[in-house]
């Protein structure tokens, strides 16, 4: 089984900037599509952002232009920079493979607030 760790969230005025990390436990990391994941309170875990084995990425169409996802397999990381942040990208984001395969990390709180 493969632990994940997310962190880098936090609170921060609209328009601003933050960026998440996520931690795998194992390598295998390196040969899966993995993606970010939010769940906004009273609402379904939706993907925003996906990255391939070969860096290819997918956005949801909210956060597309304004969030960029990346990973380093060598250190068994994946990130989501997001930019220009608005109230409704509040949410606690995940990350997991692009089709949700290993256990749910904890994740991490990102408040978009005035």
């Known amino acids: 089984q493969v632990q994940l760790v997310e962190s880098g969230g936090g609170f921060v005025q609209p328009g601003g900037s933050l960026t998440l990390s996520c931690a795998a436990s194992?390598?295998?990391?390196?040969?899966?599509?993995m993606g970010w994941y939010r769940q906004a309170p009273g609402k379904q875990r939706e993907l925003v952002a996906t990255?391939?084995?070969?860096?290819?990425?997918t956005y949801a169409d909210s956060v597309k232009g304004r969030f960029t996802i990346s990973r380093d397999n060598a250190k068994n990381k994946m990130y989501l920079q997001m930019n220009s942040l608005k109230p409704e990208d509040t949410a606690v984001y995940y990350c997991?493979?692009?089709?949700?395969?290993?256990?749910w990390g904890q994740g991490t709180q990102v408040t978009v607030s005035s």
């Open positions: 997991n493979t692009q089709s949700a395969q290993w256990d």
């Open positions: 194992r390598s295998i990391f390196r040969f899966k599509a």
């Open positions: 990255i391939s084995t070969g860096d290819s990425t």
